[in-house]
């Protein structure tokens, strides 16, 4: 058994989740979908149904980090249905993935990214 941090989120039916993952509070994760060894889902994050995320994917929720910020506000991202998030990619905060995208290995998402479209690098 390897071991995951997985709490008080929501999670589909058929759902697989690989080991070292961490899955924050207030997530929602749709039925369906896979995410590999390795990633964290930032609290307040929704990922849709049938979404496949590689090893290694983070998700942010904190557009202006400092420690003991008093103002703090959760910005998480929403992955839309049927995405497909290659191995490595970041996901910053606020970001909106429409439905069918494909994100590339190793990118970082810094603004939303239309249905269907493929963004790799720094988009």
Known sequence: MHPCNIYRCAIGNRV?????????????????TVISSH?????????????????????????????????????????????????GAKILPGVYIGQGAVIGAGAIVTKNVAPKQTVVGIW
């Open 16 to 32: 697989k989740i690989g080991p070292y993952c961490e899955i924050q509070e207030n997530v929602h994760i749709g039925d369906d």
């Open 39 to 87: 990633s964290f889902i930032a609290a307040g994050t929704f990922v849709g149904h049938d979404v496949f995320m590689g090893h290694g994917v983070i998700t942010c929720n904190d557009k202006y980090p400092r420690p003991n910020n008093k103002e703090w506000e959760c910005e998480p991202p929403w992955i839309s249905a049927y995405v497909s998030i290659g191995s």
